[in-house]
Each structure stands twice: as C-alpha cells, then as structure tokens.
C-alpha cells in the first residue's frame, strides 16, 4: 500500500469515475485496497486471481487489456499488472477496469480512440467463479434489456436454474454474492432457488 497506493490513487484520478482500480495481495488472495469502486467488491474480498506464473504476458508482467461482464450488463475493458519482489515472486495485483459503456454508447466517434480488447486469460481467473456469476447475469441483463432490478420473478427464477447448473451453488459464499448481484435478499435467493430445485 505505502509504495502502490499513491499509483492506484493517481491512476483512479485520471480514469475516474469510469475505471475502478482494484490492487490486490496474491500472497493472502485478497483485496487490499479499491478505488472508484463499480463492481461492487470490498476490501477483504477473496481475489481468486489463479496461477499467476502461468498467464501469458503481453510485456512484463502486464496482462491484457481482456474483456469482463458486470452484472448489470456493462462490459468492462481490464488490464492486471503483477508486481514481483526480489525473489521474483509475486507481492501484488494491479488491476485497472475501465467502464466501456460511454465508449459503446458513443462507439462511431470513439472508435478510432477505444482500447483493443483481447480475450480474457483464463489461467488468471481460472477459480474466479465470482466471474462466472457476473457473467452469466450480465449476459442474462444484456438479452432481456432491462437492469435487474426489473427482472420477473419467472427471470430470476431461470436464471438461478442456469447458475444452478453450473454448479455455482456449490461454492461457499455463492449466495450472498447472487443477492448482492441481483439486489436482492439471501432468503430470496434461498427460496427461489428452492422452488428450482423442486421443478
């Protein structure tokens, strides 16, 4: 934080408010700090960033710009940055995701000024299933064109038998994370998901 705090600050300054600056502790797993938060994550949130050792870089250790899904449908523009200490082992995540929304919206003047974006890595995110939820929400959100606020009880109710399906229900915390997604109560969660199952 002393040395990669005032970088992710400045970083946030120049991007904000569209880019959220996550910089995370890959030794804990956990997120240390964020700036201009817009995916709804904390500090102290598990980061599930995966085998770093593995992620082909682009330059030295820089990944991306790859692309992620909001919940809510917006699609994120990201590029991770893994700093190493003497020994060569990773001691922090910097991640910068940039909300592309204004760019989608404004796509034909912006075109020429928008950032490439490349496929994900998968290795980094390999046991993000927090990312699958996003996802398949996003996807969902983005299909019905309306937020999720305005989603049927017969939309939460497939979507949760989707989530449901890839086995999403089966990791620890998967709950609480759906509800925070949907904006919802756990105990919705729990009885919607109930009636899924006895369908």
Not at 40 to 66: I, K, M
Request: glycine share 6%; hydrophobic share 45%; net charge positive.
């Amino acid at each position: 934080m002393r040395l990669l705090g005032p970088v992710c600050e400045a970083v946030a300054r120049l991007l904000g408010p569209h880019a959220e600056v996550v910089l995370h502790d890959p030794q804990r797993d956990a997120i240390l700090a964020l700036w201009n938060p817009i995916s709804r994550r904390r500090p102290g949130d598990p980061s599930l960033l995966g085998e770093l050792d593995r992620v082909e870089e682009v330059a030295p250790g820089v990944y991306g710009p790859y692309e992620k899904l909001l919940p809510d449908g917006r699609r994120l523009a990201c590029v991770s940055a893994v700093v190493r200490d003497e020994d060569g082992k990773p001691s922090a995540v910097l991640c910068v995701n940039l909300d592309r929304t204004p760019l989608d919206q404004a796509a034909q003047v912006l075109a020429a000024f928008a950032a490439p974006v490349t496929p994900q890595p998968q290795v980094l995110f390999e046991r993000d299933w927090t990312e699958r939820i996003n996802q398949v929400i996003g996807a969902f959100v983005r299909e019905r064109q309306r937020p999720v606020e305005q989603l049927t009880r017969a939309d939460r109710l497939t979507l949760l038998a989707e989530l449901d399906r890839l086995g999403v229900f089966s990791q620890r915390r998967a709950v609480p994370l759906v509800a925070r997604a949907l904006r919802v109560s756990r105990s919705t969660v729990y009885a919607l998901l109930a009636e899924v199952r006895r369908r």
